[in-house]
């Protein structure tokens, strides 16, 4: 039996959102039988058809594609043998250069000197009003350094790192998340943005401000309500920004402080305002694989160190965050600090991670 055991658009099996007018198409095939060779494949997608001998990176080639427009890609292979088998997938394009209507923010008042370290991280709102009932709601977002989107409280999308690393002074990629069940009547849309790769401390030296001397954000909410009515609303000065948030350090090397008694009534928030950057970067849609959690881990072994501190050996080295359920009081604080080797007591050999701190603190 034949069978496509994999089909990708932009070499993504799924999710993908492109700006691409010729995205690729690959598929892979396997079969009960040896030795099996592709005779011949139809791709199509829409009204375009392509015949094919090859499985590998074949580029759409029909009528211009529209932005924000979702499209089916369906695939019927032969073998050598005459068996048969089909697959479909779906892409959607992004903004295919459709003009943005938000501009890049910040806060004016922030000023980052320090060395060697990265920003405290900003905090980013705007309350939002659904009046109608919402068929769709996508946002679009980037930013210079790493951020991530919450709605109502809940984080929007599985990934880490976003806009990701890149070279920013020429190319910078935009993520896109359907936020359409998240929203109510009444919501407010956060942004946490930190230093990243842009602004905050890289590479061993430590260097610091790569790209920018402060971080900024750029998004817009497309809302689709049932009446076919659209709303959409992108950052500027109607936002506000504040570094009182409970984010305290968020930095690649150092890691990550979460300050869970900061109380949300009492942080101090002021209008954000327009950010201009030192230049002009082409943003383009998402591409290649994102970083998510694909999979959980649990320890091998935890063993009690004479001061008390646990030792979680995970039994090899990978990359991941932790997951933690406390019991306490108020005021405690928690600090996980990460390492790849123990010593030969048993303890963290944090030598040769130079002058990372490697922990995640709540």
């Known amino acids: 039996m034949l069978e496509i055991s994999r089909l990708t658009v932009e070499q993504l099996e799924q999710g993908c959102i492109t700006d691409s007018r ?56 032969e073998d050598d043998a005459g068996e048969k088998a089909q697959a479909e997938t779906t892409f959607e394009t992004g903004r295919m250069g459709t003009p ?108 610091n401000r790569h790209d920018a001397d402060r971080q900024a954000l750029l998004a817009e909410i497309r809302i689709t309500y049932e009446d076919g009515s659209q709303e959409i609303i992108g950052t500027d000065e109607s936002w506000e920004v504040t570094e009182e948030g409970p984010y305290r350090m ?19 928030w002021r209008k954000a305002e327009r950010e201009k950057l030192k230049f002009a970067p082409n943003l383009i849609a998402d591409y290649g694989s994102p970083v998510r959690a694909h999979e959980e881990m649990k320890p091998v072994s935890v063993t009690e160190r004479p001061d008390g501190a646990l030792i979680c050996d995970f039994g090899q080295n990978f990359a991941g965050v932790v997951r933690i359920r406390v019991r306490g009081t108020k005021g405690q604080r928690i600090v996980i600090r990460h390492a790849e080797i123990l010593n030969r007591d048993g303890s963290l050999n944090v030598k040769f991670l130079r002058t990372a701190k490697a922990t995640a603190q709540y």
């Open 100 to 207: 943005w209507s938000a501009q890049w923010i910040s806060d004016p008042q922030y000023r980052f000197t320090e060395k060697k370290v990265s920003p405290v991280p900003m905090m980013f709102r705007r309350k939002i009003r659904c009046a109608k009932k919402v068929k769709e709601a996508k946002i679009c977002a980037s930013a210079l350094g790493i951020y991530e989107l919450s709605v109502n409280g809940q984080k929007a999308g599985d990934r880490y790192f976003a806009p990701g690393f890149t070279s920013y002074r020429h190319e910078m990629q935009y993520q896109v998340y359907d936020v359409t069940g998240m929203l109510e009547e009444e919501n407010t849309l956060t942004a946490v943005v930190a230093g990243g790769w842009a602004v905050g401390s890289f590479v061993f030296t430590r260097g």
């Open 250 to 268: 968020a930095d690649l090397y150092d890691g990550e402080t979460y300050d869970a008694t900061v109380d949300p009534e009492k942080i101090s």
């Open 22 to 77: 010729s995205p690729e198409i690959s598929f892979q095939l396997a079969s009960s039988r040896q030795n099996v060779t592709l005779k011949k494949a139809r791709i199509t997608v829409g009204d375009w058809t392509a015949e094919t001998d090859t499985q590998i990176l074949v580029p759409y080639k029909g009528k211009e594609l529209r932005p924000f427009t979702r499209y089916t890609v369906r695939v019927t292979a």
